[in-house]
C-alpha cells in the first residue's frame, strides 16, 4: 500500500473508530477479561498473562478459551470464543497472527469492547503482512472494538494496578491517590517503553500509564494522547513514535493535551535514511518527512528531542515543572572548572548565562567574603563546606533574579552527613519557586547515600549526575517556553481578508504571470509589468514602465525558463523588445518543440539586492510549512535555509531568519547596508497565511525574494504556485 493509499484509509475509517476510542475506559479498567488462546502448557504465554491479572488482585471476571478445555487456576476454559457472555470488557488475544482476523469478527459478534493483540507477522513482515493488518483494523473498527497491536507486548495501568503483559510480572499496588500528577508514556516500541518506565521510577517519577501501541492496526498514539489530556492522574505524556499514522488526530491530541496543562514531550527517529528504514522494518510503517514533522508537532505545543536521555530528563522536568518560564540560566557550583565548562557547553545550545543583578548581588554581597564575588556563574568553592547554609542562599538569589528562568546546581559527592544538609539547604530555597532547578551530584557511578535518597524523593527533587546531560535538558526547556510565547503572540491568518480578489488558478503548476498576481493580491511586491500577447503589447508596456525591461516566455508548462532560453534581460528600446520578442519564441520553438505560449511577461528590471527565498508546501500528512533562506542559486547550493509553521509572529520570523548560516549578510557586510528583514518576515507571514487559507495550492516558490535595505521592502522576482492535480483529486 502507498502512503497516499494509508492516508486515504485513516481517513475514511476515522468516524468508524470514533465508537472504537470511546473504549479506551474498558481497555485500561476492565469489568471483565477474556484471555483467548490459553494452553494448559505451563509457562505458556496465556497462562504468564493470566498469572499476571491474578497476582496483581485482578476481581473482576476472568474468561479462557482455548481448544484443549479444561481447566487451569481453577477457571473452566471454553473451546470456542461464540461461548463467551455478551460484552465482556477486554479480549487478550495470545494467537498466532493467522487466528486473529477471524477471531476479531468473532469477538465483534459477541460485542467485545476492546481487544489486544500480541501476534508479529504483520505489517512488518511485507505487503502481505500490511494488507492482513489493515483488514483486522477495519474489521475491529466497524464493530466498535478498541484494538491495541497487532506486535504489541502490552500495556500498564499503574493508576488501578491493572497490567497486561506478556512477560511475568512482580505484583504492584496502584498507585497511591497523594502521590500527585504522573507521567503516562506511549511508545510503539515494548522496549523502549520499558526503558522510560524503568528510568522514570527509579528516579521516583511517577507513572499512570505504560502503552504500547506495536503497529496500530486500529489504535494509535493519537488516541491515547487524547485519552490521557483528559485522565485526572495524568499531568503530562512522553511520547516515542517511529511513525505517526494520522499527523492530524496526533496534533489535535497534543494540542488538547497542552490545553489541559499537559506538556507532550516526543521522540521520532528517521532523520537518516537508515533510521527510516529501521523503523519501517520494525512496524511496517512508510516514514514521512521527519523535518516537516517536527516543525508541525513542535506549531502544535509538542517539545520534540532527539535522545532518550532528553526524553526522560524533559518529560521529569516538565511534570515538575508544566509552564517553565523564559530566562537564561543560573549557575551554582563549588568548583572553578564546572564554571568553566558550563559556560563552554551552554554557547552551543542556544543558552544564556545573565549577568546576577545588583539587587541580587547585594543580597548575596554580606554573605560572602571578598574573594568570593557574588555573580553568575556563582563558585562558592570549599565555603558551603563549613558555611552549608550559602547552599541555599546562592540559589534563593540566583532564582530570585528577573533575568534567570532557570537554575542548575552541580557539587560533587560530599560525605552522608553533609550531601544532607546541601540537600535540605537546597530544597527550602527552591520548593516554591516555578523555575525548574537540577542539582547534579559529580561521580556518576556511585551510588547516594539512603538518607539523600528518601529526602529526594519524598522533596521531589530532579537530581542528575551529569552537568552535560542537566545542561542539555534545561536548554530543552528554554527553547520550550521561548516557542510557547511565540506561539501565543501569533495571530489569525490575514490572507482570508484577500481571497475574493484572487485571480482564478487553475490545476497543477501556474505560470509565472499569474502567480505574481496572486501574490500582488497579498500585498506582496512584484515588478511592474504586464503580460503581452503580441509584439506590439510589448513594446506598449515597455513604454509604459520604462526601460530597460526583462521578458520573459510565459506558460505552465514551461518550468525551467533560462535553461530553454525564455528570459532576456537588459532590453534598452522599443527595436530590442520586437528583436527580444522573436528570439523568444525562436528559442522555445527549439527547446519546446509544439509549446503554446500564454504569451510573454515584460517586467521592469529590478533592482540588485540580497537574494533570499520564501516558498512553501503542503505536506500530505502534516500540512503546510514554509520555508525562508538564502535565494538564487545558493539554495541549492548551500541549504541554508530555516522551516517555519504558518501563523507565526513576525519577531519569531525575525528570529528564525537570524538563525541563517548567512545572517549576517542581514545586517550588512563589507560595506553592504543592513536589509529590510521585517518585509520579509511580512512575505513569509503572508505566504503562510495563504496557505493555510487555500487547501488547493500545494506549493509556492518566491526565489528570489530581492531584499533591499531597511525600509526599502523587498521584491518578488519570481514566482512560482502549484495547485492540485486534477489527476490527484478524490
Sequence with gaps: MLMEDSLVA?????????????????????????????????????????????????????????????????????????????????????????????????LVARKVRSAVCFASGFAEMGEAGRQAQHAIGEAASAGGLALVGPNTVG??????????????????????????????????SGGIGAHLAGSLQSRAVPISYVMTTG??????????????????????????????????????????????????????PGKSDLAKHAASSHTGALAGDHAVMRIAAESAGVLVVDTLEELIDVGQLLLRYPEPPAGGLGILTGSGAICGITLDYVGPLGMHVPPLSESQVEALRPQLPDYTPPRNPLDLGTLVGWKPELMGAGAAALLADSAIGSLLVSFPMADPGMSITWMKSFVDATRHSAKPSIYVIHNEDKPLAPGLVEIIEAEGVIVMRSPERAMRALARLAQYSRDRAAAMDAGAPSAAMALDALPELGR??????????????????????????????????????????????????????????GVLLRIADAAAVRTAWATLHDNIARAEPGLSLDGVLVEAMGERGLELVVGARRDPQWGPIIMVGLGGIWVEALGDVRLIPPGLPAAAICHELRSLKAAKLLDGFRGSPPVDVAAVAAVVQKIGDLMVARSDIVEIDVNPLMVYAQGKGALALDALIVTEDALNVT
Excluded at 472504537?20 to 479498567?29: D, G, K, M, S, V
Excluded at 494520522?246 to 514531550?265: E, H, S, T
Design 10 to 106: 485513516a481517513a475514511g475509517s476515522a468516524s468508524s473508530r470514533a465508537g472504537a476510542i470511546a473504549n479506551i475506559e474498558a481497555l485500561l479498567r476492565p469489568a471483565s477479561v477474556a484471555i483467548i488462546g490459553v494452553s494448559s502448557r505451563a509457562g505458556s504465554p496465556g497462562q504468564v498473562v493470566l498469572h499476571n491479572l491474578l497476582a496483581n488482585g485482578y476481581n473482576g471476571a476472568v474468561h479462557l478459551v482455548g481448544r484443549g478445555g479444561g481447566e487451569i487456576a481453577g477457571l473452566s476454559v471454553l473451546s470456542d470464543v461464540a461461548d463467551l457472555p455478551e460484552g465482556v470488557d477486554l479480549a487478550i488475544l495470545v494467537l498466532p497472527a493467522d487466528a486473529v482476523r477471524s477471531t476479531i469478527d468473532q
Design 215 to 268: 503497529n496500530e492496526a486500529q489504535m494509535g498514539l493519537a488516541d491515547f494522547i487524547s485519552y490521557f489530556a483528559g485522565d485526572s492522574r495524568t499531568g503530562g505524556i512522553i511520547v516515542y513514535a517511529e511513525q505517526i499514522g494520522d499527523p492530524q488526530a496526533f496534533l489535535a491530541g497534543a494540542r488538547a493535551a497542552r490545553q489541559a496543562g499537559k506538556p507532550v514531550v516526543l521522540m521520532h
Design 155 to 188: 500495556y500498564f495501568n499503574y493508576v488501578d494496578g491493572f497490567h497486561v503483559m506478556l512477560v511475568e510480572l512482580t505484583p504492584d499496588p496502584p498507585l497511591p491517590v497523594d502521590a500527585g500528577p504522573a507521567l503516562a508514556v506511549v511508545a510503539q
Design 508 to 565: 497543477g503548476t501556474q505560470p509565472e504571470w499569474l502567480g505574481k498576481q496572486v501574490l500582488a493580491n497579498l500585498g506582496i511586491a512584484v515588478p511592474r509589468g504586464a503580460l503581452a500577447e503580441t509584439v506590439d503589447r510589448a513594446v506598449e508596456i515597455a513604454g509604459e514602465i520604462g526601460y530597460p525591461v526583462v521578458m520573459k516566455a510565459q506558460a505552465a508548462s514551461l518550468a525551467h525558463k533560462s535553461e530553454a532560453g
